[in-house]
């Protein structure tokens, strides 16, 4: 489809900060659920960006929305105000809990405003020492150094000490494990509503309703983090919608763009008066290209259209996994919401879904992992039957090969 300009993927080991090992090719372009690489192999992608391309590639509309705001004004800061950032907030509190809306530029950055002004709040309506953060194991909540160390997963921090104070864990999916660690210390408790990054764990019900009334009872806040299961990413705009729970912060950020940097976190009135001026901000947040792709990408997806599609699409994804896993028995099961599903890998293959993925490159299928042992897909929301069927019948080689070669 290109010429490669002059730079290959041996460059990258070359070049880069070696804390990423991408795959064996370069896409150059892509058109909906479709990619090319730099040799013009097409692949069909069921990562969709690590579920941020929620309207696939250069949907025609994302286009339009950028390249009206980029001929018109990129970037002003917060010193100013800007139509685009308040038109998204007008949107966003109408369609969800929220009565105000702060925005930043990725995830990392919206829990990290989330932890910051759950902790404010709590020193401004009942003083500092209540300012325990209380987070799921397996949790993953951002790269930062404060937002990595709530996340619950060692691997991550790991010789980045001193961790930093007020965080604790508990048992995802426990309700006693939370009722134990909860105390009137406590300023907040952060939920994904689906572990992402754990393995694509939903939550019980029961247990988002417990932390509910867990947190009203000791006067903490409940954050959902959002920043995987949000933008209709699991058949509803937000996930919390789906459980009926609604949380007092939540975080969003991938899907928000449609590949367009942003991120975002709602709250309401009475928790927003704690981020009062100068408390917070951030240069590019709010930025103007970012919101107005962001609230095109908002406007198409809380369609009953496009969020009842998510649901079809998952009943058939999930068939279809169940057919590949009726011919090879490499799932313990398929497990998700909506359009963020993962297959775990029986014992007999645990610990290798890096070889999956490879054996997927070579079908040109684009896959993820979530964990060693969970296949994770997260394609687009507007992936039509063709691109499905197809991912599906290299899902389904890609085993074959792996299992041919063992
Ligand atoms: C990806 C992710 C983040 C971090 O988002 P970044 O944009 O990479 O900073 C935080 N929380 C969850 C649940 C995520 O999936």
Partial sequence: MSKNDGVSRADFD????????????????????????????EFIDFAGGIAVNALGHCHPQLIDALTEQAGKLWHVSNVFTNEPALRLAKLITETTFAERVFFCNSG????????????????????????????CKNAFHGRSLFTVNVGGQPKYTEGFGPAPGGIAHFEYNNIESLMTAISD????????????????LPADRAFLEA???LCDQHKALLIFDEVQTGVGRTGFLYAYQAYGVVPDILSSAKGMGGGFPIGAILTTARVAASFGVGTHGSTYG???????????????V????????????????????????????????????????GCVLSDA???????FLKAAEERQLMLLMAGPNVLRLAPSLLIDEIDLADGLARFDAAVADLLAAE
């Fill in 108 to 135: 990392s950055e919206a829990n990290e405003a989330a932890f910051k002004l759950a902790r404010k709040y709590a020193t401004d309506h009942f003083g500092a020492e209540k300012n325990k953060i209380l987070a």
């Fill in 349 to 355: 293959y645990a610990g290798r879904a890096k070889d």
């Fill in 185 to 200: 210390q406590t300023c907040a408790v952060v939920i994904e509503p689906v572990q992402g990054e754990g393995g694509v």
């Fill in 14 to 41: 070359q070049l880069m900060v070696p804390n990423y090992g991408p795959a064996g090719f370069i896409p150059v372009k892509g058109l909906g659920s479709r990619v090319w690489d730099q040799t013009g192999r």
């Fill in 286 to 300: 709010g930025n103007p290209l970012a919101c107005s792709v962001a609230h095109k990408v908002l406007e198409i």
């Fill in 302 to 341: 809380n369609t009953e259209k496009v969020l009842a599609g998510v649901q079809n699409k998952h009943e058939r994804l999930i068939s279809g996994l169940h057919a590949i896993n009726a011919k090879y028995a490499v799932f313990k099961t398929v497990r998700g919401m909506g359009l963020l599903l």
């Fill in 211 to 213: 932390a509910r009334r």
